[in-house]
């Protein structure tokens, strides 16, 4: 590497170095700001405004065009009526106001106080104003008029002409209204604590089990025997596949009416009746006269958690385990070192700092899980973790703002985490 | 020299285990394949089990193959007198031979076991070393089984229930064996309709290509962009390169009410498109990431060399750097398939209309009491085959540049 310093940047090639690096980095960076951190900002205004999915449709002005009267021969008397009506419950639109383009051949004998006519283009229009409209208001514009000439008016080319409508409207999310009512809504919400509660349990103890079974299966791969590749290959299926293959199976396989599992606790007489494993709260277990309240979809979710990303642990850990030289053991070997001694003394400090890395890297992965909780068991049964409720908050109850408002909670809550952790990991040894 | 355990209680424990152990997992094995409803007799095999564990620390030194003979025989014996000449099936649901295999197979498995675990111990005290590598050597034995158990089991389950008909799933469910009688067509019926019902071909096709969309335009922004922060200096690298990993670690359900809500207002949200351009973005922070660990290992000579024949960067990238991260740059696409072809949260908050679904999104709709188990199941079957295939296919190239690349020391 040649050496990097403030004068370097200053020559001729340094600053087309520069603006090349730049062009190289421009489109990823735009797609970043665009796709990553502008919704991140975004988040954050949302979850500040009482928004629903709703209002995401904006409000607009809905026109229908009415002809009563028969419009045929000279001297018809018909009327043309425009009803009008504001599509949004909530929003009010401002300035509203209507044209039509009208053929020419009939005169108006009554016209509405809100309406004019005026030329436009060589042929003529009318122009209503509508005013202020307010949320779900309605009402009706009504044009009479004498019919003159059959041959250039009916009731095909009055209709053939649509109204055309003006108004200014509010967005929902562009607005500059916030109020802190989706926070209040949030932390004043009675399960609040326990969603907070069951993700703290989901993200610990599927993060540590993930942890030593990918431990405890890196030490068993790495002893040589044959079939080794094989069975690598094997034990990483459950974090290649896709998640909702595996969380179907394992929906499938511990089914209470026609899973294997049920079954096979039914018949060897473990279990009296069938266990829903991913419908049922709590199971009573007694130890020793005690009956101690066990969460079983709680467990179950985390079973899967921890089955599905100890692969991940394994293959980081194997590899820094491979990477260890030879000959250190084989000197402890000599000096009569027992195989946990070894572990514990040469093993452990090499893989504390990739430990420490998975432990962060797994906590925050799998404090924002969602996916797999979702399919699993639908949040319920006392497994809804934040990020489900961010899901029920903003799309089950269609409230936009108080989802962002848990999805705030979630960053703030691992940003704090991050920082403590960081402040007080362990550093690398080897 | 302080004694740790006694050898007899050692082998004792062993057989205990492995006999137990051997039992269990055959008899389970037997029930999944043939579909008997076999007993699960696990006291008879423990203390089995017991017995030849004891018999085998005080077994005079001979042959190997004398000693497994005999070992083998003990085992098969005790089984068979310790559940009262019974073993495996007092209801006769399996053919004599069948049962007959079971019991060989058990004492066979469970003898070896015991030899390897055991090991050159004897009848005497054990020193700590010796204990320890007992120990290690059971739990390796333990721990192999249980991992190809737990990660297998429910694949297999997965496989043979998509073969399944809704009758035979709702009569007995531990049955899994294979009806061959049925006849190909039968067999696969799940696939069939699944693929002329519900439409699966349009979903295959949607996946793949959103999935190779992906994996194209992050390969397009990412190589100019590894390089970038590889090779050439410019103000800002070393925090362009650090703020990289924080950029993935931003989680995806934090972006997705925003994403929802902005895609919505530009009438963009309910398409692939919206998929194609989301999915590179998250992919792209690791892919840079990966990427930039390979570039910076090529030596800069190289890069220098090229400029000095008159190349521009573009083309030192394409004929130089390419060329020689080919292994990198195909575990970091194989990555982003599958990180989008398994992509469930955006594809099922953003699509709307079924002929835009992908795989993920098109199989939650078959999780209803309306559409039979063995659909689901052969449409998770569908969704994990094409992965499963490009990942035992590539296995090389993703583990290296998994480690290597992505976390290092």
Known sequence: ?430 | MRFWMIGIFASALAGFVWVALWHLVLTVTAILVTGAALPLALGPAAFSGLAVGAFAALQRPASLNRRRISGIIFIACSLFSFSLGAPFDPGSLLALWQRLLLLLLVSVAGWLSIEKTVGPTNAGFMTRYGTEKFYIRLFWGLGLIMFVLIVAVPFYVMVMTSLKSQHSLLINPLDLSINYDLGVTKLLSSYIELFTDYGFLTLLINSAVVSIATVMITLLFSVPGAYAVAKLRFPGRHWLSASVLLIYLIPAIILVIPLYAILSQLGMRNSLFALCIVYPATTIPVAVYMLRGYFSGLPSDLDDAGLMDGLSRLQIITRISMPLSMPAIASVALYVFMIAWNEFLFAFMFLDDVRLFTLSRGIVSLNSSEVPRQHLMAGAVIATAPVLFLFLWFERFLVSGLTAGSVKG
């Open chain 1, 1 to 430: 590497m040649s050496p990097t310093s403030r004068s370097d940047f200053n020559g001729k090639l340094a600053r087309r170095e520069k603006r090349l690096a730049f062009l190289f980095l421009f489109p990823t960076i735009i797609l970043i700001l665009a796709i990553v951190l502008l919704p991140l900002v975004a988040n954050f205004w949302i979850s500040f405004k009482p928004v629903t999915l709703g209002d995401l449709r904006p409000p607009s002005l809905i026109i229908k065009e009415a002809l009563r009267g028969a419009i045929t021969s000279p001297g018809d008397i018909f009327k043309i009526e425009y009803r009008f009506r504001n599509s949004s419950v909530k929003y009010p639109l401002t300035e509203a106001s209507l044209r039509d383009k009208l053929p020419n051949g009939f005169s108006i004998t009554l016209l509405d106080p809100a309406c004019e006519i005026i030329s436009e283009g060589g042929g003529r229009a009318v122009l209503c104003t509508l005013g202020d409209l307010d949320a779900k208001a309605r009402g009706k514009l009504v044009i009479e008029a004498v019919l003159e000439e059959p041959l250039l008016v009916n009731k095909d080319i009055l209709k053939a002409s649509k109204p055309e409508t003006l108004f200014i409207t509010q967005n929902a999310l562009t607005s500059f209204k916030f109020s802190l009512e989706n926070y209040k809504k949030v932390f004043s919400a009675a399960e609040f604590w326990d969603v907070l509660k069951t993700s703290i349990y989901y993200t610990v103890f599927g993060t540590a089990g993930a942890l030593l079974f990918g431990l405890f299966a890196a030490q068993i791969m790495l002893k040589t025997f044959p079939g080794r590749s094989i069975i690598r290959g094997l034990l990483l299926f459950p974090y290649v596949a896709p998640v909702i293959a595996v969380a179907f199976s394992w929906v499938v396989l511990f089914d209470p009416f026609s899973g294997v599992v049920n079954a096979m606790l039914l018949q060897s007489g473990v279990a009296e009746g069938p266990v829903n494993f991913f419908g049922q709260r709590n199971a009573d277990i007694s130890v020793f006269g005690l009956t101690i309240k066990f969460p079983i979809a709680l467990s179950m979710v985390i079973l899967f958690e921890i089955w599905r990303y100890f692969p991940l642990s394994f293959l980081f850990i194997l590899a820094r385990m491979q990477s260890i030289p030879a000959d250190i053991y084989e000197a402890a070997e000599m000096d009569g070192a027992t195989p946990f001694q070894q572990f514990w003394s040469l093993s452990f400090p090499f893989i504390a700092s990739i430990l420490a890395v998975l432990f962060l890297l797994r906590f925050i992965w799998t404090f924002n899980k969602f996916d797999d909780i979702f399919l699993l068991t639908g949040g319920n049964a006392g497994t809804r973790t934040l990020t489900v409720n961010v899901y029920e908050q903003a799309f089950a109850i269609s409230n936009l703002g108080a989802g962002a408002a848990v999805a705030v909670v979630i960053f703030v809550f691992l940003l704090i985490f991050s920082i403590i952790f960081i402040r007080f990991s362990p550093k690398d040894a080897g």
